[in-house]
Structure formats: C-alpha cells, structure tokens
C-alpha cells in the first residue's frame, strides 16, 4: 500500500516561496497514476491545487495556477510543490494525496504552513 | 469555480440513518459520475468514502452509501455509529473554463452522532 508524507518550512515569510515536498514510499512515482496537492486553511475546507503524472502532464486549479509549480523527482520518489508570492491567505494543512480514478487515495498526512513574518 | 454546496451540519441518533447532500452544476456534479466522498476526523488526513458517485473502495463500510441525482449527489450513512462522527466532504471532477482537469470540494458538512 503506497504511502505519502509530506513536509515543509512550518513558517514562510509574506510574498516569500513556499516549498513543499512528498515523499511516497511502499510503490513507485512512476506507475501511470497521477498526484495531487491539496490545501485546507484552519477549520476551514478542502481546495484541490494541482495534479501531476509522471510523464510530464500537470493541471492546476485556475485560481492559483500563475503562482503554482507542480513537480517530481523520479529518482528520489518525490511529489514537489512551489507557491510563490504566499500571503496570510496561503496559511494552510497542505497534502499530497494519489489520484485513484477521479478521486483522491491514499492521502498523507499533511503540514501545516503558516504565513507570517 | 465555486464550491459544492453542503449542510454545514447533521445529526443522528447510534443506528439511524442520515443523508448528506451535495449541490452543484451541470459543469460539474450533473455533468459527470466523477463525485467522490470523503471522512475526515480531527486532526486526521481526509478518507475517501465513496468514488465514481457509489462505488465503495475496499475496507470500507457497506453502511455508507451514495447516489446522485441531477446537479445533486449525496452520501447515506446507515446504522450510524460513534466512530462516523466526523466532517464530510464531497468533490466533483469538472473543466476549467480552458479545458483542464479541475477538482471541486464541498463546503463540508459536520456530523454528530448525538
């Protein structure tokens, strides 16, 4: 069963980049499956970002799409994910999850990242 | 693209049943059999429930169940235990206005088991 865990900085700056990565274990980045990101602000709901396959393809949620870059790293089995200009808005639990047809499974455990200076 | 509607809560009594309803569009939850469901207990990582609007993944509870109908879909919980005490959330696969793949979520609905 593939599992995923994600991690990141905990504290970015205003309009600074928020990076983020996904290490997924118990199978490979590889297969023909695509990943996603997902964010939820404190007791708030679910936004989807972006999906990517390892073959290149990517999608990304409009309303974030000019400041989002999905990635992976086939060799080191890792989901990657870049927001830049973040805000307080940005202040979020974010995670990584496997596509499973049209719908998300497994999903890791999430970071939470809090943008503030 | 705007959010799912769903009940910002609902209750039950241990054994009754409760259903969760999630509205959309024709863009989206009325436009495909692409509705997902999925729990989510404090502090916890969402679970997915449900997928393809009924389908069940492996080691789920046949107590759970879901259905669509028009721009609507909804998630039935039956026999409805302690455990199931939780925040759902449905989703729905759509296009952007240029053709992409774009996944929505609901607003969340928060389930008490009274």
């Known amino acids: 069963q593939v599992q995923l865990q994600a991690s990141g900085p905990g504290l970015v700056n205003p309009l600074g980049t928020l990076s983020l990565t996904c290490a997924v274990s118990?199978?490979?980045?590889?297969?023909?499956?695509?990943w996603s990101w997902v964010r939820q602000p404190p007791g708030k709901g679910l936004e989807w970002i972006a999906e990517?396959?390892?073959?290149?393809?990517?999608n990304y949620n409009p309303s974030l799409k000019s400041r989002v870059t999905i990635s992976v790293d086939k060799s080191k089995n890792l989901l990657s994910l870049t927001l830049t200009s973040v805000t307080a808005a940005d202040t979020a639990v974010y995670y990584c999850?496997?596509?499973?047809?049209?719908?998300?499974?497994?999903w890791g455990q999430g970071t939470l990242v809090t943008v503030s200076s | 693209q705007s959010a799912l509607t769903q009940p910002a809560s609902e209750s039950g009594s241990p054994g009754q049943s409760i259903t969760i309803s999630c509205t959309g569009t024709?863009?989206?939850?009325?436009?495909?059999?692409?509705v997902s469901w999925y729990q989510q207990r404090p502090g916890e990582a969402p679970k997915l429930m449900i997928y393809?609007?009924?389908n069940r993944p492996s080691g789920v509870s046949n107590r759970f169940s879901g259905s669509k109908s028009g721009n609507t879909a909804s998630l039935t919980i039956s026999g409805l235990q302690a455990e199931d005490e939780a925040d759902y959330y449905c989703?729905?696969?759509?296009?952007?206005?240029?053709?992409?793949?774009?996944?929505?979520f609901g607003t969340g609905t928060k389930v008490t088991v009274l």
């Open positions: 999850a496997k596509n499973f047809d049209t719908a998300l499974d497994p």
């Open positions: 118990g199978g490979s980045i590889s297969i023909n499956n695509w």
């Open positions: 990517i396959h390892h073959g290149g393809g990517t």
């Open positions: 024709s863009s989206d939850v009325g436009g495909y059999n692409y």
């Open positions: 393809e609007v009924s």
């Open positions: 989703s729905s696969y759509t296009r952007s206005t240029g053709g992409s793949t774009l996944y929505v």
